[in-house]
């Protein structure tokens, strides 16, 4: 089971830090990710990062300002989000897919493992 939390509302050029934990004892075989869901959108990818925190990937929307890390000793996993812009206001959701290796995933479908959301605002 995942958790996010660390949402709100922040000005433009803020900085938010979102956090996911998870349940259970096996966190390191996952492979985990940040979705986002803007209102009449589809739900798209932001951040992945491998079981061991060794690769990382990002949307060319947010590169450069957004990291993802983990933490496996803590069973969570982080999205550092920084010079935020109106655009990326949107429901985030962390999410878990089991990996055969030290992979990084993009597509949702080999997500299997969903958060509930946190909503994220940002407005002046």
């Known amino acids: 089971q995942l958790q996010a939390s660390g949402g709100g509302s922040v000005q433009p050029g803020g900085s938010l830090r979102l956090s996911c934990a998870a349940s259970g004892r096996a966190f390191s075989i996952y492979t985990l990710g940040w979705f986002r869901q803007a209102p009449g959108k589809e739900r798209e990818f932001m951040a992945g990062?491998?079981?061991?925190?060794?690769?990382?990937d990002y949307a060319a929307s947010v590169k450069g300002r957004f990291t993802i890390s983990r933490d496996n000793a803590k069973n969570t996993v982080y999205l550092q989000m920084n010079s935020l812009k109106p655009e990326d206001t949107a429901v985030y959701y962390c999410?878990?897919?089991?990996?055969?290796?030290?992979?990084?995933?993009?597509?949702?479908?080999?997500?299997?493992?969903w958060g509930q959301g946190t909503l994220v605002t940002v407005s002046s």
């Open positions: 990062i491998s079981r061991s925190g060794a690769s990382t």
């Open positions: 999410a878990g897919g089991v990996a055969g290796g030290d992979y990084v995933f993009r597509a949702r479908v080999q997500y299997a493992y």
